[in-house]
């Protein structure tokens, strides 16, 4: 009885880390697509070489 409690518990502790990784995975995945959405494609770009833009 107690190897199966055992047992039933470690399957739904594991079965709780496998979804909590797929959800950070999709967490992850939805945030870089907002990211991208509202920056655009130069939104991991280098900072410019000291071009001054806009004036003094």
């Known amino acids: 009885m107690t190897s199966r409690r055992t047992l039933i518990i ?3 502790v594991l079965l709780g880390i496998l979804l909590a990784g797929f959800a950070a995975l999709g967490f992850c995945d ?27």
């Open 10 to 12: 470690a399957a739904l």
């Open 30 to 56: 939805i945030y870089q697509n907002h990211i991208i959405r509202d920056c655009g494609p130069d939104c991991d770009a280098p900072p410019s070489d000291g071009a001054v833009e806009g004036g003094f």
